[in-house]
């Protein structure tokens, strides 16, 4: 915001001296600036509509006005309109190429729109001027990761990690490279590391119970789903809460989770699924042989495939476990 104070006053004064005292070849200048002026003070005042439309004018009468296309840039941003901010954000970079948060933020907007290999560009210009910039070498990261390239993602992921090492965030995104890598073990590490930086990070928490599961680490993942659902009991946390519980082969208690996540998401076939294998496991190992556990498994999958015909898992589970 200091940045953005700077430039406004600077650039305000250069470009009104220069266009009421000698610039006679630019006559719309100044025209422009009444309307960045007017823009500005409609978003101090609260009127963004207004503001937006006072800033389009101001670079259609001055295609190279760096602080309004600046502001414009910010604000579709800040909307998640990253169409809208693109291109002001590109003249940006044009005019004012030696800043490097200029080529962040264009990187930033390709990245949500998908291109991804744009971006990567866009990031690097913004590491070439600001090397120590963390959410540069991070989204970089994240770009090539988007674009399958995981030695690079690991790259600048790790290299993000070193300049802000207390980045909750980045140590997140290391795991899940990790994980695409097949490196359970390290995305463990890293996820654990997110956490202990920031113990409300949902992703990390969720990712790093789906990495415990997929390491057959029970009782770990047991603990880490159990501290997810404290924090928030969504459906696909509850969800996935069960499937540590079923893994631990605790079979009421992982039931009873899957019926809450039903009861929130009720036309999820994966939990539907996941609680009918539950109940086929818990049917297997009751010495009793509870009947009612095998029907229900089936009525659940019947379901899932009513609602989702094309599940080959689910047909073979219903040939094998309907009566004949």
């Given at each position: 915001?200091?940045?953005?104070?700077?430039?406004?006053?600077?650039?305000?004064?250069?470009?009104?001296?220069?266009?009421?005292?000698?610039?006679?070849?630019?006559?719309?200048?100044?025209?422009?600036?009444?309307?960045?002026?007017?823009?500005?003070?409609?978003?101090?005042?609260?009127?963004?509509?207004?503001?937006?439309?006072?800033?389009?004018?101001?670079?259609?009468?001055?295609?190279?006005?760096?602080?309004?296309?600046?502001?414009?840039?910010?604000?579709?941003?800040?909307?998640?309109?990253?169409?809208?901010?693109?291109?002001?954000?590109?003249?940006?970079?044009?005019?004012?190429?030696?800043?490097?948060?200029?080529?962040?933020?264009?990187?930033?907007?390709?990245?949500?729109?998908?291109?991804?290999?744009?971006?990567?560009?866009?990031?690097?210009?913004?590491?070439?001027?600001?090397?120590?910039?963390?959410?540069?070498?991070?989204?970089?990261?994240?770009?090539?990761?988007?674009?399958?390239?995981?030695?690079?993602?690991?790259?600048?992921?790790?290299?993000?990690?070193?300049?802000?090492?207390?980045?909750?965030?980045?140590?997140?995104?290391?795991?899940?490279?990790?994980?695409?890598?097949?490196?359970?073990?390290?995305?463990?590490?890293s996820y654990k590391k997110a956490i202990e930086l920031d113990p409300t990070n949902q992703a990390?928490?969720?990712?790093?119970?789906?990495?415990?599961?997929?390491?057959?680490?029970?009782?770990?993942?047991?603990?880490?789903?159990?501290?997810?659902?404290?924090?928030?009991?969504?459906?696909?946390?509850?969800?996935?809460?069960?499937?540590?519980?079923?893994?631990?082969?605790?079979w009421e208690d992982a039931n009873a989770a899957y019926d809450k996540s039903l009861a929130k998401?009720?036309?999820?076939?994966?939990?539907?699924?996941?609680?009918?294998?539950?109940?086929?496991?818990?049917?297997?190992?009751?010495?009793?042989?509870?009947?009612?556990?095998?029907?229900?498994?089936?009525?659940?999958?019947?379901?899932?495939?009513?609602?989702?015909?094309?599940?080959?898992?689910?047909?073979?589970?219903?040939?094998?476990?309907?009566?004949?």
């Amino acid at each position: 915001m200091n940045r953005i104070g700077l430039i406004f006053a600077g650039a305000v004064g250069l470009i009104v001296l220069q266009g009421c005292a000698s610039d006679t070849s630019a006559p719309g200048r100044p025209k422009a600036i009444d309307n960045y002026v007017s823009g500005m003070q409609s978003l101090d005042s609260g009127n963004e509509e207004r503001a937006v439309s006072e800033l389009e004018t101001a670079v259609q009468k001055n295609p190279n006005l760096i602080m309004a296309r600046m502001k414009l840039g910010d604000i579709y941003k800040e909307k998640q309109d990253y169409d809208r901010a693109l291109p002001h954000y590109e003249t940006v970079s044009k005019l004012d190429p030696y800043t490097g948060s200029n080529f962040y933020n264009l990187g930033f907007s390709r990245q949500m729109l998908e291109q991804f290999r744009e971006a990567t560009k866009d990031y690097i210009r913004a590491i070439e001027l600001l090397p120590e910039d963390a959410p540069s070498n991070m989204n970089l990261g994240l770009a090539y990761y988007s674009l399958g390239e995981m030695d690079q993602a690991a790259f600048y992921l790790e290299r993000a990690s070193r300049i802000d090492p207390k980045n909750a965030k980045v140590w997140a995104n290391i795991g899940v490279v990790h994980d695409a890598r097949k490196n359970a073990t390290f995305a463990e590490a890293s996820y654990k590391k997110a956490i202990e930086l920031d113990p409300t990070n949902q992703a990390a928490l969720q990712n790093l119970l789906v990495n415990q599961i997929g390491q057959n680490k029970a009782n770990d993942a047991v603990n880490t789903g159990l501290m997810l659902v404290t924090q928030s009991e969504s459906a696909i946390n509850l969800k996935r809460f069960g499937d540590a519980l079923a893994l631990s082969k605790k079979w009421e208690d992982a039931n009873a989770a899957y019926d809450k996540s039903l009861a929130k998401n009720p036309k999820s076939t994966a939990t539907m699924n996941a609680k009918a294998q539950t109940l086929i496991k818990w049917y297997e190992a009751d010495l009793e042989v509870n009947e009612k556990l095998r029907d229900e498994a089936v009525k659940l999958w019947t379901k899932s495939a009513s609602i989702d015909g094309n599940q080959k898992d689910v047909n073979e589970a219903l040939a094998k476990w309907t009566k004949k």
